[in-house]
Antibody, heavy 117, light 107 residues
Framework: EVQLVESGGGLVQPGASLKLSCVAS????????MSWVRQTPGKTMEWIGD????????NYAPSLKNRFTISRDNAKSTLYLQMSNVRSEDTATYYC??????????WGQGVMVTVSS | DIQMTQSPASLSASLGETVTIECRAS??????LAWYQQKPGNSPQLLIY???SLADGVPSRFSGSGSGTQYSLKINSLQSEDVASYFC?????????FGAGTKLELK
């Protein structure tokens, strides 16, 4: 059974940094591109970016690429999202997802990030 | 970025009814479109990919169609378990983009 389990969320102050993790199981992690997607409190979905199966290439939403970095450790079957200089508009539920060339076929349960002083 | 315009924003329908949700892309996305269902309190789940292919385990009352810039999701014979929000997403171009969602409720 495919499982994606995110962690690392919580309350963070504006301007701070935060690193989210996603541990994958039930499939060969190193065979798949992986994405991060976030959903705002108003339910808007925003794709953050993705990373190639070997970690050699990343794509980002232009509005986020200067502050967010996606990485992976295939030995640990773990995906990461490094968030820096966070703002109130980064408050959202963050999902780790698996890509299969035709959509995002598995999603984690999500982790909440609240940016507030 | 490709803009995805989804309609309606909300929808109220009766059990057994057929409902249709539309998604329009700002440019041709060559059927590189997915639909997701998100039940209250849950993560989204893939329903349809490549505009008209049913994901594993999805009931046959769900169907997708369209091409070019216009796509639709149809639910035949609405069931109570279909109460959810539905999102379209294009994966033809980076950055991937989503529609604003449709909240489906029972009348």
């Amino acid at each position: 059974e495919v499982q994606l389990v995110e962690s690392g969320g919580g309350l963070v102050q504006p301007g701070a940094s935060l690193k989210l993790s996603c541990v994958a199981s039930g499939f060969t992690f190193s065979d798949y591109w992986m994405s991060w997607v976030r959903q705002t409190p108003g339910k808007t979905m925003e794709w953050i970016g993705d990373i190639k199966y070997d970690g050699s290439y990343t794509n980002y939403a232009p509005s986020l690429k200067n502050r967010f970095t996606i990485s992976r450790d295939n030995a640990k079957s773990t995906l990461y999202l490094q968030m820096s200089n966070v703002r109130s508009e980064d408050t959202a539920t963050y999902y780790c997802t698996r890509e299969n060339y035709s959509g995002l076929d598995y999603w984690g349960q999500g982790v909440m990030v609240t940016v507030s002083s | 970025d490709i803009q995805m315009t989804q309609s309606p924003a909300s929808l109220s329908a009766s059990l057994g009814e057929t409902v249709t949700i539309e998604c329009r892309a700002s440019e041709d996305i060559y059927s590189n479109l997915a639909w997701y269902q998100q039940k209250p309190g849950n993560s989204p789940q893939l329903l349809i990919y490549d505009a008209n292919s049913l994901a594993d385990g999805v009931p046959s009352r769900f169907s997708g169609s369209g091409s070019g810039t216009q796509y639709s999701l149809k639910i035949n014979s609405l069931q109570s378990e279909d109460v959810a929000s539905y999102f379209c997403q294009q994966y033809n171009n980076y950055p991937y983009t989503f529609g604003a969602g449709t909240k489906l409720e029972l009348k």
